[in-house]
């Protein structure tokens, strides 16, 4: 290279991705495509342009996340299984004063939790954010109620409806338990929150409570809601639309799990849930073992839960749906808001696989799962399911969610304790959902059904089932899955006892049992096949013509044919 062109290289503008990106949002949305395709011809890409703040405030589109949960809102306004909840119980003095204004400044920072839902002439639902809101924490003392009692009020507190239209989606209560202990509790609803948004409420509100100066954020949620909408407007999500086609295809997938009822339309699941809880030690040996596998912990916990549900229900096709946080993106880390976005994890288990083949197998499938998220799992439902039953979870019936507690560790104020609070609600979202959270202290796994449409023996089973693939995981990495032993002690027990032989015994051939059958009962059903029967008299005749033509053929006894 010159000196002249070594010059002109120096001088060569840098380009303005911010300012890109800010004239995006100034166009139209046809104008808005022919900007992204632009850019693709001049080999950028538009997804590493920065998500930029909207230059004033105003209503915006729901994302196509919140659209399906304004949807159900609108059918069951009430329905507790989307409300987000979280808290601690302190122990020692708490200024309820400090704490309101703490919760004013993390309401101030995101203004996701001083968002109203408005509908436009047009009848489309917005966002729209309040630009002035008061912040109310809500005051009990509970002191004269029993341990039954304050769990009944705090339930009822975490299922009360949210007026999404004219109040705010959070809502938070001080509870006086005692004389020093102080119960702490936030609800949000789903529409503007999820698990990961927990976690950056509480860190914020602890900020905040200490006098601190809450970090200001780049973007808002609606930010995120606007460049999302045209992105996919712009044809973005069209090569995720045929990954998850050649994935999940348009048909939905048989269920794993029979309901045991008929269904009314728009029922509730009534939650019940199973748990299993795994001391430090065993956590420390299953990270050792995800590590020496070269997968993620939650890549274990996933193969764990596919290997189980093979062994209980004998499927090879396992559809399982599973949450990720969808902020790969550092603009939108710190922001509160409804992010997240279902996948579903679509594998084949066969039975000559070993534990360590699975576990490795869907560490890939989720890695290659997350390269194709910015398509939201309402578009590919509707976009390729042809349709399904009322009342079943598009694509999948069982749910798998992985997560790492970020609160356990909270330091509120100087003399001061925290403990985390851990609440059951009374719906389910899922027929079936394996939670599992770790801890420095160790793992909690949580198995949810809706007990209403589940056989509850069923999912004694199946945390049972787990309980002993975790127990054998490491002996038995490369051991086939058809030669896992999936029973317990008492059930082997048991089946041991039933194959030892009662009464007297003696051998007789199977086509002589059958032969006498044809005798006894004769017009009884032996064999039916969709619409064919055939008694047990037919049976005999037909096997016996067949018989006669092989030995005609030359066949003897015991010779394959």
Known sequence: ?????????????????????????????QEQAKFIALLDTKGMSFEKLPIVPAEEVRDVPLSPAQKRLWDIYQLDAGNSAYHISGGFELTGELSTDKMELALAEVMSKHHALRTRFV????????????????????????RHLTENQLGEWTAEFIAKPFDLFHEMPVRMVCIRASEDKTHVIIVMHHIVSDGWSIGLFMRDLVTAYQGE????LSIQYSDFSVWQDALLKAGKGDEDLQFWQQELG?????????????LAPNQRREAQQVSLKFDSNVSERITRLARQSNVTTSSFWLAIWQAALFKLTGRNDINIGMPMANRARSEVSDVIGFFVNTNVVAQDVKPEQSFGQIMTRAHSKVLEIQEHQLLPFDRVVSSLLAERLVGETPYFQVLFNHQVNQIESVEFAPGVAVKPLAFKGNFALFDVALDVLESSSGTQVTLTYAKDRIDPEMMVSLTSTMNLLISQAEKNLNTPLAALNSLDQEQLARLSQ????????RYQPVTELFGLQSIEQPSAIALKHGQQSVTFKQLEEKSNQLANQLVEQGVVRDQAV
């Open 1 to 29: 290279m010159t000196q002249e062109s070594n010059l002109k290289a120096q001088q060569k503008p840098k380009m303005d991705k911010f300012a890109l990106a800010k004239r995006f949002l100034n166009l139209g949305e």
């Open 119 to 142: 509908v436009s002439g047009q009848g489309e639902p917005k966002q729209h954010v309040d630009q002035h809101c008061i912040a109310h924490v809500e005051l009990k003392d509970g």
């Open 250 to 262: 348009d048909k939905q997938p048989q269920k794993l799990f029979e309901w045991t009822g008929d």
């Open 498 to 505: 039933l194959s030892q032989p009662e009464g007297e015994w």
């Open 213 to 216: 100066p809450l970090e200001p």
